[in-house]
């Protein structure tokens, strides 16, 4: 019953291999493909995403026939994939229809799909979707307003990080002793980051839209942009030119020179330093609207590499919610304690570290275990 899930990005597959106890029995990556590939920091020869499955099997003794599954993180699901789904021809067929939607991620992720078809033709696969836990969104906070012929092509929010969320919903039971706050603002803060508001467990608001560049400040995304500004970078460079501005030139790099949280505080410039300000002002201005869509606050998690890591930015953070009545212990914030909220706080904070392939492995194998049509 072990399981093995994939997380393929344009030029990088990383695997892991969970036992039927959702043991973790191992992981490997292989970066670069196409390019000057490594496998572990060394250098090898992976001209695409099959040769590269092929190596990380290889580096963990793995033969296909002896896994019980193959389960994919995939980025976009659209508008119809919903759950994590064994992969059939239409899902397939579906995930390639939202290539238009995910330019960057899709196609990597149904080339490790393909791969492991290649590989194994017989072994099941099951795809989790980032966009998925944001479908409960209401239907007002989906659609732009736009007009029906423009929104037509695929033109509304979806949201990411779902996965990301989903886990976090699972595991806070046993993480904290306790059921999920009523009302919990969670917090992804990474290279990509977002929030999400969640209601009895559910996101019913999320501050990604119709892709993972807008919200909040990113490492080198812009974040939240006037649509007008957009399309006057547009007219000056191009598409393609604005697109790379925005996506890869911006954000945290485009503000303070790094795209990277602890580079930022290393370096000790005005620049680094008004770039972890912009960042914790936004995140601290979307989270007030992610309040206000849930109707209150209970609790705050805080996930993702900043997230866990960054006891600075939580503080900003923290003392930006201040008006919502969160109080913070600042020694247990310093001393990366789990549980960070103070005694006078009305609001509970915890620290949630991210897990993302332990629960894609959870739902293939609750897939397989339901449905005996599962069984491989």
């Known amino acids: 019953m072990d399981v093995l899930v994939v997380n393929a990005g344009s030029s990088s597959i990383k695997v892991a291999l969970f036992g039927a106890d959702l043991t973790r029995r191992g992981a490997v990556a292989v970066t670069e493909i196409g390019g000057a590939a490594q496998i572990g920091g060394v250098p090898c020869t992976a001209p695409d995403h099959a040769a590269a499955?092929?190596?990380?099997?290889?580096?963990?003794?793995?033969?296909?026939?002896?896994?019980?599954?193959?389960?994919?993180?995939?980025?976009?699901?659209?508008?119809?994939?919903?759950?994590?789904?064994?992969?059939?021809?239409?899902?397939?067929?579906?995930?390639?229809?939202?290539?238009?939607?995910?330019?960057?991620?899709?196609?990597?992720?149904?080339?490790?799909?393909?791969?492991?078809?290649?590989?194994?033709?017989?072994?099941?696969?099951?795809?989790?979707?980032?966009?998925?836990?944001?479908?409960?969104?209401?239907e007002v906070a989906l659609r732009y307003a736009l007009p029906p012929l423009a929104g037509a092509p695929g033109l509304r929010r979806y949201g990411f990080h779902g996965i990301s969320y989903a886990s976090l919903v699972a595991r806070w039971p046993a993480l904290t002793g306790g059921p999920v706050p009523r009302r919990l603002l969670a917090l992804h803060l990474?290279?990509?980051?977002?929030?999400?508001?969640?209601?009895?467990?559910?996101?019913?608001a999320t501050t990604m839209g119709y892709s993972p560049l807008d919200g909040l400040t990113m490492g080198t995304r812009a974040g939240t942009i006037d649509g007008n500004a957009v399309l006057r970078l547009a007219e000056i460079h191009g598409i393609g030119g604005a697109s790379r501005i925005l996506n890869r030139e911006s954000g945290l790099l485009g503000l303070g020179g790094a795209s990277d949280m602890r580079a930022l505080h290393a370096a000790g410039t005005d620049a680094a330093r008004f770039a972890i300000a912009h960042f914790c002002y936004w995140a601290v201005r979307h989270a007030g609207s992610m309040i206000a869509a849930m109707g209150g606050l209970d609790a705050v998690a805080f996930t993702g590499g900043?997230?866990?890591?960054?006891?600075?930015?939580?503080?900003?953070?923290?003392?930006?919610?201040?008006?919502?009545?969160?109080?913070?212990?600042?020694?247990?914030?310093?001393?990366?304690?789990?549980?960070?909220?103070g005694d006078a706080s009305d609001v509970a904070v915890w620290v949630v570290p991210a897990d993302e392939e332990r629960h894609i492995a959870a739902e293939a194998l609750g897939l397989i275990r339901s449905s005996p049509t599962e069984e491989p």
Do not use: K
Not at 54 to 68: I, K, Q, T
Not at 96 to 124: E, G, K, W
Not at 190 to 204: F, K
Not at 328 to 337: I, P, T
């Open 190 to 204: 990474g290279n990509g980051a977002s929030l999400c508001a969640l209601r009895d467990g559910v996101s019913v």
């Open 53 to 138: 499955l092929s190596l990380c099997l290889a580096e963990m003794g793995l033969r296909p026939g002896a896994l019980a599954a193959a389960a994919h993180r995939v980025v976009h699901g659209g508008a119809d994939l919903h759950a994590t789904c064994r992969v059939t021809p239409e899902v397939e067929a579906r995930i390639a229809a939202c290539v238009p939607l995910a330019p960057l991620h899709n196609p990597a992720n149904l080339s490790a799909i393909r791969a492991v078809a290649a590989l194994a033709p017989d072994l099941p696969q099951y795809a989790s979707f980032d966009t998925a836990f944001h479908a409960t969104n209401p």
């Open 306 to 341: 900043i997230g866990e890591n960054d006891a600075l930015v939580r503080a900003e953070i923290m003392a930006g919610l201040g008006w919502a009545g969160l109080r913070f212990d600042r020694d247990a914030n310093q001393g990366a304690a789990a549980r960070l909220d």
